[in-house]
């Protein structure tokens, strides 16, 4: 007869428990490291007149990441108003007046029925620009992480 025994299947399985658990902080890691990066390259997109003339620095200083842990989301945005319009474009029209109007650089008046702001991505670059990197913060952190169990 044969007789063996494995010894440390204790120390394993405990190991094996915490797979789960060392996967996930891998995951945040990862997701915060990406989520920065977007925010870099956003930041980096709003300088130097590419694709926007930079008058106040508000839009970029705006830029702000969020990492919501439990969910596994991160997002990269700003509060301010134009944002959007510079990333998707806009069409501005009166809301009360006939007529929009302003000051123009030199003084004048103008008038326009409406004002067409073309499109100047800025934020979806930023993530496009990170992608390959992004896939080498999960793939390091994940394989990283179970090397670490």
Known sequence: MLTFQIKGTQKLLKALGDVPKQ?????ERALTKSAHLVERNAKQNLTGGRPLNVRSNTLRSSVRTK????????RVGTNVVYGPVHEFGATIRPKRKKWLHWLGPA???IFAK??????????QPAFDQAQARIKKFFKDEISGGLDRI
């Open 107 to 109: 003084g004048e008046k």
């Open 23 to 27: 996967t996930r902080r891998s995951t």
């Open 67 to 74: 990492v919501d842990k439990t969910k596994l989301e991160a």
């Open 114 to 123: 409406k004002v067409v702001v073309p499109k100047r991505p800025w934020l």
